[in-house]
């Protein structure tokens, strides 16, 4: 494809940054930790953290070491970053090199993270996780205090700083996540009755951070909210908006149909064809189909190549949101952000 044909990720600035003071002000006086993981849901992970920080972002989330240490040379010193699955020996020594908090799920994770402390000379800002029920690693009730035992004897003798507890929810029901939430109160009162100093609480992700406060801990992990993208389902929030459109452009028009330069070789799921709206210089029009290297969109009166076509965004053109898309094939919008492949361009404003 040349330029002209290229299908465009157009990510907005202002938009984020909206969203990210919609987030920050509901979640107050917890602290947002923006969560960047999946290359910053297909937005960049770079653009979307410098502009977190330069918003005032304390905390950004990662789910690997490799992009916190990316993001820690993209950002600077100033925020605290957060990499929370379990890594290698190299990684976790360039993490501490890198200032990075790591989350610990694991007995083995942590006694590992202890040995590059020590080799490193690096002090180490540790996390230890909570296993409430949801069985994405963490510690189990009968691990919790062997981890806290070996975390505070090495914090004695300098290796690590002991920060914080945390968790995943599954969220799929209240009473589920109110039992999760006991079990994580509990684990965190036991360290503290031998001493663990734990100012980094944080059990929530977007849909509970937004819906519960009164799950909320200290930080907060908000992902997809920050990016626009709501619940698969879910009700719409106010003051925030998808912070990036796609943008195709009309080849031809024939037989009715405006033939634009996108598919599923682009990351975009076959499946839309025919169940979606997109968006036109005229308004909504139907996407029709969608084949390997092009689709096919409704023609409007006037049609012609060069035109613009929205396959997802805020609705300026008639178009649907990325979450919109993806409840029409069964899946959640974070998937029709990540999906995209880097025949897309990113274009930021």
Avoid at 115 to 140: C, E, M, P, W, Y
Wanted: aromatic letters at 6%; charged letters at 25%; one cysteine or more.
């Amino acid at each position: 494809m040349d330029r002209l044909t290229t299908p465009v990720l157009r990510a907005d600035e202002a938009v984020l940054r909206a969203n990210i003071a919609a987030v920050s002000t509901r979640v107050d006086p917890a602290t947002l930790m923006m969560v960047v993981k999946d290359d910053g849901y297909g937005l960049g992970a770079a653009w979307a953290a410098r502009v977190a920080v330069d918003a005032g972002v304390a905390w950004i989330g990662t789910y690997d070491i490799p992009t916190a240490v990316q993001l820690r040379a993209e950002v600077g010193a100033r925020p605290r970053l957060f990499a929370w699955v379990t890594s290698t020996d190299d990684e976790i020594a360039a993490a501490l090199h890198s200032h990075v908090d790591l989350g610990v799920g694991s007995i083995d994770y942590l006694e590992r993270v202890i040995v590059q402390a020590d080799a490193t000379g690096f002090r180490a800002r540790i996390h230890l996780k909570v296993d409430t029920g949801l069985h994405r690693n963490g510690l189990s009730a009968d691990e919790w205090d062997e981890g806290i035992r070996i975390a505070l004897d090495a914090q004695h003798r300098g290796m690590i700083d002991l920060v914080g507890a945390w968790s995943h929810l599954a969220e799929a029901s209240d009473a589920e996540d109110d039992a999760a939430q006991e079990r994580f109160r509990a684990a965190v009162g036991r360290a503290q009755e031998v001493g663990a100093e734990l100012p980094e609480l944080h059990l929530t992700a977007s849909a509970a951070t937004w819906a519960r406060p009164e799950l909320r801990g200290s930080l907060v992990r908000v992902g997809a909210f920050c990016f626009g993208i709501r619940s698969a389902d879910g009700p719409d929030l106010p003051g925030i908006e998808p912070a990036a459109e796609l943008v195709a452009t009309v080849s031809e028009v024939r037989d009715g149909e405006a033939i634009i330069g996108i598919g599923s070789f682009d990351g975009l799921p076959s499946l839309l064809g025919g169940r979606v709206n997109v968006g036109t210089p005229a308004g909504a029009r139907r996407l029709l189909r969608l084949d390997a290297t092009s689709a096919a969109v409704q023609a409007w009166p006037g049609s012609s190549p060069g035109d613009e076509v929205v396959l997802f965004g805020r609705g300026r053109s008639g178009e649907e949101t990325p979450t919109t898309l993806a409840e029409a094939i069964g899946t959640v919008g974070e998937e029709i952000l990540c999906r995209l492949t880097p025949r897309v361009h990113r274009e930021y404003r």
